[in-house]
């Protein structure tokens, strides 16, 4: 491994720069969504379908892209999902019916998270794990542009005559055609990419007997699946605490103004963007394990703290204090995963983890709802219990795990291969 702040090749410059306008676009069509749905005069059942359907797709893309990306071409997949963009951005912006909207919804195309968002991720993240997959250097830049593009995606909607200002639908639907010059600059950026991306010809799998490896998880299943496991209960807990909620509760309880929320999540975003820059300083003198677990605990201390805030300022204040720490485990999250499997395995590890957190996050708002007829704020306190749960969960099952504490030099996935394969297998 590289020491110090390693360059970018020309393939991670390619797929740091789709992760950034994929982020920049859906940073501003998730803001739209809710506006469009409304002024369509959706009920609230029918918005939480579409919602719904949004994460499922997700999950259901990035397992599809688990199984078979390798086999099809990681660089083909990655060109299919940006057309695939461009191709929802002008369904959504026709106007469709509420069954068209599902269909859209389930390809796992759109997305209202701007970092962590499916299929696209899942390729990217197995892709730029031939450069780094053990400090997480690489995957620091590479969040820090999708969170600072999708703040920016998000800014671009108080523009003048862009933001939710109408009463018909149309007002609002043309302006997801700002996904069709996303997918085509994405699908030309994966043109662009070099071989050196896709799977070893000795890592993907054969027709055969050996097509039974699709999944690719052989000595890595383990370990990969507790991983799953771990990360699927993080999620749990943060479903509880989406923007929407935090939108409603700080609306709610402190009467914050719709300007002053725009402008809290726009800095949380700024804040958020900083803060997976930094984590791969803090991954290379402690560690990866050290680096999620020494962040995230305390960060949710301070959320679950923000339940018990007096004012809109004070809450303001420790929800920013908790974004400089709670995303610091993104980029470690995405290296650990990249770290502990061997290579053939990396495309199906990234999917089967990434879809462990979508499928579980629909549950989170219904019980969050559930929850605040004890109290108002309780949804950040059990989220914070929850997330802790499972910080100290992974400190104490990661032990094991045979990583170097500090800055290791092994190769990427030599700690999967010592610690889930036979003797004699090597990554």
């Not at 749905?37 to 029918?46: E, H, M, W």
């Not at 191709?87 to 209202?112: F, H, K, N, Q, R």
């Not at 639907?173 to 600059?185: K, S």
């Amino acid at each position: 491994m590289r020491s110090g702040r390693p360059s970018l090749t020309g393939d991670a410059r390619l797929l740091v720069a789709g992760q950034g306008v994929r982020a920049a676009g859906y940073g501003f069509t998730a803001v739209m969504l809710g506006a469009l749905l409304a002024a369509r005069g959706f009920s609230s059942v029918q918005v939480g379908v579409v919602l719904t359907a949004l994460i499922a797709g997700t999950a259901l893309a990035s397992l599809a892209v688990g199984r078979y990306g390798d086999r099809i071409g990681r660089r083909g997949c990655y060109a299919v999902f940006f057309a695939g963009i461009a191709v929802a951005g002008v369904v959504v912006a026709a106007g469709p019916a509420l069954w068209v909207l599902l269909v859209v919804a389930l390809t796992g195309t759109l997305s209202t998270d701007v970092v962590d968002n499916g299929p696209a991720t899942t390729l990217e993240q197995a892709m730029l794990a031939a450069e780094d997959a053990g400090t997480a250097a690489v995957y620091g830049r590479y969040n820090a542009v999708g969170a600072a593009a999708g703040a920016l995606g998000s800014l671009a909607v108080t523009l003048p005559g862009l933001g939710p200002h109408g009463t018909s639908g149309a007002v609002h639907a043309w302006l997801f055609l700002a996904l069709v010059p996303v997918g085509i600059t994405g699908a030309a950026l994966a043109a662009r990419l070099s071989p050196a991306v896709e799977a070893r010809p000795h890592e993907a799998s054969a027709p055969g007997p050996a097509a039974r490896a699709r999944s690719r998880l052989g000595p890595s299943r383990a370990v990969v699946r507790r991983l799953a496991g771990l990360f699927a209960v993080d999620a749990a807990g943060g479903g509880l605490v989406t923007t929407g909620f935090l939108s409603y509760y700080l609306a709610e309880r402190y009467h914050a103004s719709v300007v002053a929320l725009g402008w809290l999540f726009f800095a949380i975003s700024v804040v958020q963007a900083i803060s997976v820059a930094l984590a791969p300083l803090l991954a290379r003198r402690f560690g990866l394990i050290a680096t999620m677990v020494g962040t995230h605990l305390p960060s949710n201390m301070l959320l679950a703290a923000a339940a018990f805030a007096p004012t809109f300022a004070v809450a303001a204040v420790l929800l920013l204090a908790r974004t400089t720490l709670s995303q610091m485990d993104v980029p470690t999250r995405q290296a650990l995963v990249m770290t502990v499997v061997t290579p053939p395995e990396r495309t199906a590890a990234a999917a089967v983890t990434n879809a462990s957190r979508y499928t579980v996050r629909p549950v989170g708002p219904l019980v969050a709802g559930l929850v605040q007829q004890v109290a108002l704020g309780a949804p950040l306190v059990l989220a914070g219990a929850v997330k802790a749960g499972y910080d100290l969960t992974l400190w104490v099952w990661a032990r094991h795990l045979g990583l170097p504490p500090g800055n290791g030099t092994h190769s990427p996935g030599a700690a999967g291969a010592v610690t889930t394969a036979s003797p004699g297998e090597s990554s």
